[in-house]
């Protein structure tokens, strides 16, 4: 596999370019899954999701056409007055805004008006685990839980 370094580069660029960029569409799967796919190089990552409110789905990324790295997660919108798009909106702005040394979801914190999101993680790119929450006047809004790490070493 490319050094871990590769990796997080290739990772933060799909940051960049995947869920949370606006200019990014999705590609409908037989079985009702969403798809984006990104690629550069040798590298691909291909990120299939189901549903939307609530939602789960996986990230998987290819070098050389091997898998050796792969996210999975599960979110979903609390009772709140706010559309699930509205929150869904606010995410997005987060996961853009992921740290370029931990660019498995969003930043540590991001706030937007009443808005705040926060992200907590524990572990590397090679083995991590987290969670994230939208906030609105502090009453929490939005869950969702993370885990990954390289595969098939």
């Known amino acids: 596999m490319a050094s871990h370094e590769e990796l997080r580069h ?35 990552m291909v990120d299939s ?11 998987v990324v290819y070098h050389l056409s091997k898998a050796v790295w792969a996210m999975q997660y599960r979110g979903w919108v609390h009772d709140t007055e706010m559309k699930p798009s509205e929150v869904y909106g606010f995410l997005k702005k987060a996961l853009v805004a992921a740290p370029a ?29 987290g969670q994230e929450v939208i906030l609105d006047c502090d009453q929490e809004i939005y869950r969702a839980l993370y885990f990954g790490g390289v595969v098939d070493q």
């Open 101 to 129: 040394e931990h660019p498995y979801r969003g930043p540590r914190e991001l706030q937007d008006g009443s808005l705040v999101y926060r992200n907590e993680w524990n572990g590397e790119i090679d083995g991590f685990a």
């Open 10 to 44: 290739f990772l933060y660029d799909t940051t960049q370019a995947g869920y949370g960029n606006p200019n990014t569409r999705s590609e409908k799967a037989s079985d009702g899954a969403n798809i984006i796919t990104y690629e550069d190089g040798e590298w691909r």
């Open 49 to 59: 999701f189901y549903g939307g409110h609530p939602y789960a789905g996986q990230e």
